[in-house]
Nanobody
Framework: EVQLVESGGGLVQAGGSLRLSCAAS????????IGWFRQAPGKEREGVSC????????YYADSVKGRFTSSSDNAKNTVYLQMNNLKPEDTAVYYC????????????????????WGQGTQVTVSS
């Protein structure tokens, strides 16, 4: 059974930090790019970041560049999203997603169409 399980969300003051985790199981982790997305109430889902060990590519949305960093521990099948200098506008439900990227011609990141999604974790940043 394929699973993506996010954790690490919570309530933090503006300027603070959180680290989200996305634990994957049920598929060959090394063959997939893992992306982070977020959705705030009343807003469209936004791609935040992506990391892929298939081609060592990464992606960050302009809104988070310099503040968020994604990393991968392939031994643990886990991707992390370190979020620093958080702002109230970062408040959203954060989801991780996986897309198979082995043998694809184009860059693995950002994701184009995820194959699997996690259930999400809430991040709330107070001002």
């Amino acid at each position: 059974e394929v699973q993506l399980v996010e954790s690490g969300g919570g309530l933090v003051q503006a300027g603070g930090s959180l680290r989200l985790s996305c634990a994957a199981s049920g598929f060959t982790f090394d063959d997939y790019a893992i992306g982070w997305f977020r959705q705030a109430p009343g807003k469209e889902r936004e791609g935040v970041s992506c990391i892929s060990s298939v081609d060592d590519s990464t992606y960050y949305a302009d809104s988070v560049k310099g503040r968020f960093t994604s990393s991968s521990d392939n031994a643990k099948n886990t991707v992390y999203l370190q979020m620093n200098n958080l702002k109230p506008e970062d408040t959203a439900v954060y989801y991780c997603a996986a897309e198979w990227r082995l043998l694809q011609d184009d860059d693995s990141c950002p994701l184009s169409k995820a194959d699997y999604w996690g259930q999400g974790t809430q991040v709330t940043v107070s001002s």
